[in-house]
């Protein structure tokens, strides 16, 4: 019996410690699932998230924006104004309770026709420099194009067809423009002597070429798989000692594509004769958000005995040392072209999402050398 006393409360008390810990235990909570976020751009820089989840209590949200945080919202909507340009991350978080829930992501860009800024928007170039002159301009502004400029016509044949790129297009007068203080050269889907696009190419031989000097050219750039924009010069001496031995300065290239940002991504190069072979040597610089076709951007070069160097919106990306004998071509004078290509070695042909017809549109151009 004494053994039995002592057993009864024992067992009683652990049956009883047990029976405590399952009530006190709280079951695990359960997290919201299948979140969901889309973003529907409103215009004049304004956005709207929604936003769904299971098993949700309610929803937190920031926009990305400096020094924001997270903010509790009633129902499945938020909006937010923006009013600087650039890449936003928005996130969402699911709440089951204050300390337990799941978030999803998105990016918002904000380029200048998001934000609502208008068709002229974007980067400027002043219009002197300290210890310029400017010597050349063309604003584009009249009602025809200045004698300056040259068309070159047809697809390059019989000497050189396909531009000695593969082009696809057929180049024409018609397919330039002014349209509201712009040079608009257009390509098109579109059948011209044995080709299915046309476009334009624009020169100064003859008429304005430079050694030296700044030269700054705003534009907005045609966008698409396929499509190949050049602002660039040539040596003026080309029809007597050929190309390269020219010299070649491309400006601004790019190479038109989703793929790799190519959209977003342009190119500055030279080329120059090398015991009769093409050497050339180039950089690039792709835009922190967006594409080219966005809005308008000035693409640079700033050229002396010395060296090239090459800016977006006057910030350099690129430069070459041009004193070596052998790039002797680049002490020489040189004349601009302006063109769109469409296909080519470099680009690759259209593809079905390439839409046409495509644009690009030369708000100015100035040069200016030292005095």
């Given at each position: 019996m004494p053994n039995f006393r002592v057993l009864i409360p024992l067992l009683f008390g652990i049956a009883f410690f047990y029976s405590c810990s399952e009530a006190d235990t709280e079951a695990p909570v359960k997290l919201p699932d299948n979140l969901m976020v889309t973003v529907e751009y409103l215009g004049n820089g304004e956005v709207k998230a929604n936003f769904t989840a299971d098993n949700t209590a309610y929803f937190k949200v920031s926009f990305g924006t400096p020094g924001e945080t997270s903010q509790r919202v009633d129902g499945n909507t938020a909006t937010k104004k923006y009013t600087e340009k650039g890449n936003y991350q928005l996130n969402v978080q699911a709440h089951a309770s204050e300390t337990d829930f799941v978030v999803?992501?998105?990016?918002?860009?904000m380029n200048a026709a998001l934000l609502g800024l208008g068709p002229n928007a974007g980067y400027t170039s002043p219009d002197s420099y300290d210890g310029y002159a400017q010597v050349w301009a063309d604003e584009f502004s009249g009602a025809t194009l200045s004698s300056d400029w040259t068309f070159e016509l047809g697809d390059g044949c019989p000497d050189l067809c396909g531009w000695g790129n593969q082009e696809l297009e057929f180049y024409k007068k018609e397919n330039t423009s002014l349209q509201d203080g712009n040079l608009v050269i257009t390509a098109k889907r579109e059948n011209a002597g044995s080709r299915n696009y046309t476009s334009s190419r624009l020169i100064t031989k003859g008429k304005r070429f430079f050694t030296y000097g700044r030269v700054d050219i705003r534009a907005k750039l045609p966008k698409g798989q396929g499509i190949w924009p050049a602002l660039w010069m040539l040596g003026e001496n080309i029809s007597e000692v050929g190309w390269p031995k020219c010299g070649e300065i491309d400006i601004m290239e790019l190479v038109g594509g989703s793929a790799e940002n190519r959209d977003g991504t342009i190119h500055g190069t030279v080329h120059w004769d090398n015991a009769g072979n093409n050497a050339n040597y180039g950089g690039k610089t792709s835009l922190p958000?967006?594409?080219?076709?966005?809005?308008?951007?000035?693409?640079?070069?700033?050229?002396d005995a010395e060296k090239i160097v090459w800016l977006l919106d006057n910030v350099q990306y690129h430069v070459i040392d041009i004193r070596p004998v052998e790039l002797n071509e680049f002490q020489k004078p040189h004349f601009f072209i302006f063109n769109v290509a469409v296909g080519g070695i470099w680009p690759?042909?259209?593809d079905a999402s390439t839409v046409f017809p495509q644009e690009m549109k030369v708000d100015y151009i100035r040069v200016f050398q030292k005095k």
């Open positions: 999803a992501s998105q990016t918002i860009s958000f967006g594409i080219f076709n966005d809005e308008y951007h000035v693409f640079s070069i700033i050229w690759g042909i259209p």
